[in-house]
C-alpha cells in the first residue's frame, strides 16, 4: 500500500516562495507515476504538476515556469518548488500517486495534503 506525506505549506507573502515535500512509502516512488494537486475553497480540485512513468513532466498552465516537480530517488520522496506565490495559488496542495502511466487526471494514493497560504 502507498502511503504519502506531505510538508512544507505555509503563510507566504505574494512573491515569496514554498517548497513542498511529499514523503513515499510502500513502494518505490521509480515505479510510480507522482504529481501534485490543489483545492483552493469553493473550487474542484485541480492538476498541478506532474512526473509520469512515460512522458514528460507537465504543468499547470498558469503554475509553468513558477513551479517545479523534482524528485529524490534515494530519499523516495518528490517535492514541489514554487515560486513568484500570488494569492490565486492559495490552496490544500495534494501528492499523488499511481501505478499507471499517467497521473494529470488523478491517482489512487493519495497524501492527507498541506495548506499553501498566499497573501496579498
Known amino acids: 500500500q502507498v502511503q504519502l506525506v506531505e510538508s512544507g505549506g505555509g503563510l507566504v507573502q505574494a512573491g515569496g516562495s514554498l517548497r513542498l515535500s511529499c514523503a513515499a512509502s510502500?513502494?518505490?516512488?521509480?515505479?510510480?507515476?507522482m504529481g501534485w494537486f490543489r483545492r483552493a475553497p469553493g473550487k474542484q480540485r485541480e492538476f498541478v504538476a506532474g512526473?509520469?512513468?512515460?512522458?514528460?513532466?507537465r504543468y499547470l498552465d498558469s503554475t509553468k515556469g513558477r513551479f517545479t516537480i523534482f524528485r529524490d530517488n534515494a530519499q523516495n520522496m518528490i517535492y514541489l518548488h514554487m515560486d513568484s506565490l500570488e494569492p490565486e495559488d492559495t490552496a490544500v496542495y495534494y501528492c499523488?500517486?499511481?501505478?499507471?502511466?499517467?497521473?494529470?487526471?488523478?491517482?489512487?494514493?493519495w497524501g492527507q495534503g498541506t495548506q499553501v497560504t498566499v497573501s496579498s
Open positions: 499523488a500517486a499511481a501505478y499507471y502511466s499517467t497521473i494529470t487526471t488523478g491517482a489512487p494514493y
Open positions: 510502500g513502494e518505490t516512488i521509480g515505479r510510480l507515476s
Open positions: 512526473m509520469p512513468l512515460i512522458g514528460r513532466i
